[in-house]
């Protein structure tokens, strides 16, 4: 009847919708999976992707922070001191970049408007890396603190630290109708570096190059190529060919090896190519006046650095001294004492420092404490030794430490430490002076005002305690690291309490990633990184951009 028709149509209806699910499982069953490898490469795929996408973002954010410093920053404030700073090298920058500018008025004096990163000069002569690519802009230290610091690129010709001032003058092309004056600071920090040692051997101003500013690298790279091309002159005679292809570098420190070894790899991977008929007849010969070359590392890997010299053919003459350099030979005095010509084409000098004409002139103002020649005297606390109120920091001064790019950094980031302490100091024996004087018109009392004046002294005592706890300036070595090329570098690492020596291909990637890392920007960075894969894939540039 119809009551039985009625209650079986949702059974059916039940029953059709059921047959409809079994029937589309059997068939999504029937369906074959996609192999293990395809779905493993999906993945794959997927990831990358959202690791590219990640790191390019993050690469756009720090690069867009780095170029886009605040629009506004803290003004001069007439009621801090200044602090005037002498150098823009790793000791100045190191300190300008770990500094508290809310403490102080800060201004930087240096003939140079920039940042060079020294290890990595010897790259920059043999075109390995262009020379824009170490050097970072002082400004875009300046940029990113918190108040205003003024930048002057001048050279500093006196300092008077009787009088506190400062004397400097603008040496460049061009000048404005203002270009010398007189600074005075309140604390002064000292960080002029140093010059190339000559030793006064005759004729190494005036015939050799150095190997210490971006210039000079700039200089060596084109003198390098003017002797290559002058020996590939037709009719030049035997002699004058091996004579221009000569190549002596003077100075068995890490800046003569590494200058070496990228020599030896320009003619290696691009003299053979270009200049086939001239490469075996370069010719490189390291000379120092010491038993053995890079004197600060280990026996084995000072052994291991010569072996692989011998390997490339780079000669070392050690124990042997530079008497006098002329035009075209330089006259040195050998291992067995006696005095011989080496003809050359291109001398490099990177033979250690001496003071600056400035350094000496403020040490012969203080002659009762500034005793040593080698450079200025200061205290644990890098002051200066006969005055108050100057602090001496990296290569112009004379300590127990070598001079080196590490000393110098780590001696910038104490002292901007250093001087943030005196700060608060001072800061704090204001405060407790006012607090002193506000507790003398309170009544005296348990209770009220009394008490909480009482609290608040003592909380500050504490603080001023705590802040006259002055630690002297240790320096933590971190290591040696040094490249002699063929793609090999040598590393001195402390490692508990001895050293540990390592030396090949896998130091290598150590010794250019640590330099990467030490690169002061993301921009120094990547510029860095781009020149290596642009040589390893195209070569080093030997076009020349002038023959003056």
């Not at 040490?363 to 200066?384: E, F, I, K, S, W």
Request: proline content about 5%; some cysteine; overall charge neutral.
């Amino acid at each position: 009847g119809p009551a039985s028709s009625s209650a079986s149509s949702p059974l059916s209806s039940r029953l059709f919708t059921t047959s409809r699910i079994v029937r589309s499982i059997e068939t999504e069953s029937a369906i074959p999976k996609p192999p293990r490898w395809r779905r493993a490469l999906t993945t794959f795929g997927r990831v990358t992707l959202v690791t590219v996408l990640g790191t390019t973002a993050t690469f756009m954010y720090f690069a867009t922070k780095e170029t886009h410093p605040p629009a506004w920053q803290k003004p001069f404030d007439k009621d801090k001191k200044t602090v005037v700073i002498l150098g823009s090298g790793w000791a100045a920058t190191s300190m300008l970049k770990n500094m508290d500018t809310e403490d102080f008025n800060v201004v930087l004096v240096s003939p140079r408007n920039y940042f060079l990163f020294t290890p990595l000069l010897p790259s920059v002569a043999v075109g390995t890396l262009e020379a824009r690519s170490i050097i970072q802009s002082t400004r875009y230290v300046a940029r990113h603190k918190e108040r205003r610091v003024s930048i002057y690129e001048a050279e500093a010709l006196k300092v008077d630290p009787h009088n506190k001032q400062v004397t400097i003058a603008d040496l460049s092309d061009i000048k404005g109708d203002v270009n010398n004056m007189t600074i005075p600071y309140d604390i002064l920090v000292y960080a002029v570096g140093a010059e190339t040692q000559t030793f006064g051997i005759p004729g190494v101003k005036e015939h050799s190059c150095f190997l210490k500013e971006l210039p000079d690298a700039e200089k060596l790279r084109e003198r390098v190529m003017d002797c290559i091309e002058s020996a590939a002159f037709p009719d030049q005679s035997e002699a004058e060919v091996d004579r221009l292809m000569h190549m002596i570098v003077v100075g068995g420190g890490p800046t003569g090896v590494e200058f070496s070894g990228e020599l030896h790899d320009f003619i290696k991977d691009d003299l053979r190519s270009w200049y086939p008929e001239l490469a075996d007849k370069l010719k490189i010969t390291l000379v120092e006046a010491l038993p053995n070359v890079l004197p600060m590392f280990s026996r084995e890997l000072i052994q291991y650095t010569e072996s692989t010299f011998k390997e490339q053919n780079i000669e070392v003459l050690t124990k042997t001294m530079v008497k006098e350099v002329k035009d075209k030979v330089v006259v040195v005095k050998n291992d067995k004492g006696q005095i011989e010509e080496l003809p050359y084409g291109l001398l490099v000098w990177a033979a250690g420092n001496v003071s600056r004409p400035i350094t000496r002139d403020l040490m012969a103002q203080l002659p009762q404490h500034q005793t040593n020649r080698r450079g200025l005297l200061v205290d644990d606390y890098l002051r200066l030794l006969g005055v108050n109120d100057v602090y001496a920091i990296g290569d112009c001064t004379a300590t127990s430490y070598a001079p080196t790019a590490q000393v110098a950094t780590q001696q910038g980031r104490y002292l901007a430490r250093l001087l943030g302490q005196l700060a608060k100091k001072e800061e704090l024996e204001k405060k407790l002076a006012e607090l002193r004087g506000e507790r003398s018109g309170l009544p005296e009392g348990p209770e009220g005002k009394a008490k909480n004046n009482a609290e608040e002294i003592e909380s500050v005592v504490k603080q001023l305690n705590k802040a006259s706890k002055i630690r002297p300036f240790h320096y933590s070595h971190q290591g040696s690291l040094a490249y002699i090329g063929s793609d090999k570098a040598i590393a001195d690492l402390p490692f508990f309490n001895g050293n540990f020596a390592s030396g090949g291909v896998a130091t290598f990637l150590f010794w250019r990633s640590a330099y990467v890392s030490s690169l002061f920007s993301l921009r120094n960075r990547t510029l860095v990184m781009s020149d290596w894969l642009k040589v390893k894939l195209f070569g080093r540039d030997v076009s020349r951009e002038s023959r003056n």
